[in-house]
C-alpha cells in the first residue's frame, strides 16, 4: 500500500527566505506526483505535476524535483512571500486516471 | 470554464438525514473523483468514475454511502443516514485523457458537511 510523508509538518519562515519542503513515498511505481497548494477554508490548486519520467519541473519561483527510485521528491521556493502561505499537499499517482494518494500536507507560513 | 462546481458550499444536518452532495466537472474531462478530507485522516479518495462508470468504490466507508454519475456532466455522493463522524469536507475533482493531457485533477471548492 502506497503510504506518502511529508516533513516538516509545519515551517515558519521569514520573507525572503529560499525554502524546501520534502515528500517521500513507499512504492516507487509511480505514473506521477503532483504538488498542490491549499488555503484555508479553500479547495486545492495544483502547482507542478512531474511524470514518472522527469526529473523535475519549473512554474516561476516554484520548482519540484523527483528522484523515483529513492522514493522523493522536493517542493523549492525561491524568496517566498507572505502570499505564499498556505498548506502544501504531495500526491502519487500510480496509474493514469487512478486515485492520487495524498500526504498529510505542511502548513507554510511566511512572515513578513 | 468555471471549473469543478459543488453544491452546496456549506451543509449543516442532524443524524439519521440524507444528505445529497452534488458535483459538475469541467465539460470535457471524463474522469471524477470524490474525495474526503478530514483532520484525523487528510484527504482520501472515496470513489472515481471513468466515462460515468465507476472504478474503484474501495474507499467508500460503508454502505451508507452511494454515488452516481448519470451523465458526462453531473455527480451525486448521497450519505444515507448520515452520522456525526460522517462530518468533513468532500471534494470532487475532475481531469481529462488526451495525447497531450498532463492528468493534472483539477478540485472544487469542496462541501463542509456538519452532522450534528
Known amino acids: 500500500k502506497q503510504e506518502v510523508t511529508q516533513i516538516p509538518a509545519a515551517l515558519s519562515v521569514p520573507e525572503g527566505e529560499n525554502l524546501v519542503l520534502n515528500c517521500s513515498f513507499t512504492?516507487?511505481?509511480?505514473?506521477?506526483l503532483q504538488w498542490f497548494r491549499q488555503d484555508p477554508g479553500k479547495g486545492l490548486t495544483s502547482l507542478l505535476l512531474?511524470?514518472?519520467?522527469?526529473r523535475e519541473q519549473t512554474s516561476g519561483r516554484l520548482n519540484a524535483s523527483l528522484d523515483k527510485s529513492s522514493g522523493r521528491s522536493t517542493l523549492y521556493i525561491a524568496a517566498s512571500q507572505p502570499g505564499d502561505s498556505a498548506t502544501y499537499l504531495c500526491?502519487?499517482?500510480?496509474?493514469?486516471?487512478?486515485?492520487?494518494?495524498f500526504g498529510a500536507g505542511t502548513i507554510l507560513r511566511v512572515k513578513s | 470554464d468555471a471549473g469543478v462546481i459543488q453544491s452546496p458550499r456549506h451543509e449543516v444536518t442532524e443524524m439519521g438525514q440524507e444528505v445529497t452532495l452534488r458535483c459538475k466537472p469541467i465539460?470535457?474531462?471524463?474522469?471524477l473523483f470524490w474525495y474526503r478530507q478530514t483532520m484525523m485522516r487528510g484527504l482520501e479518495l472515496l470513489i472515481y468514475?471513468?466515462?460515468?462508470?465507476?472504478?474503484?468504490d474501495s474507499g467508500m466507508p460503508e454502505d451508507r454511502f452511494s454515488a452516481k454519475m448519470p451523465n458526462a456532466s453531473f455527480s451525486t455522493l448521497k450519505i444515507q443516514p448520515s452520522e456525526p463522524r460522517d462530518s468533513a469536507v468532500y471534494f470532487c475533482?475532475?481531469?481529462?485523457?488526451?495525447?497531450?493531457?498532463?492528468?493534472?485533477?483539477?478540485f472544487g471548492p469542496g462541501t463542509r458537511l456538519t452532522v450534528l
Open positions: 465539460s470535457g474531462h471524463d474522469y
Open positions: 468514475f471513468n466515462n460515468n462508470v465507476p472504478i474503484d
Open positions: 512531474i511524470q514518472s519520467s522527469q
Open positions: 512504492d516507487s511505481a509511480i505514473y506521477n
Open positions: 475533482a475532475s481531469s481529462s485523457w488526451d495525447r497531450t493531457s498532463t492528468d493534472t485533477q483539477y
Open positions: 500526491a502519487v499517482s500510480m496509474e493514469y486516471g487512478n486515485k492520487l494518494v
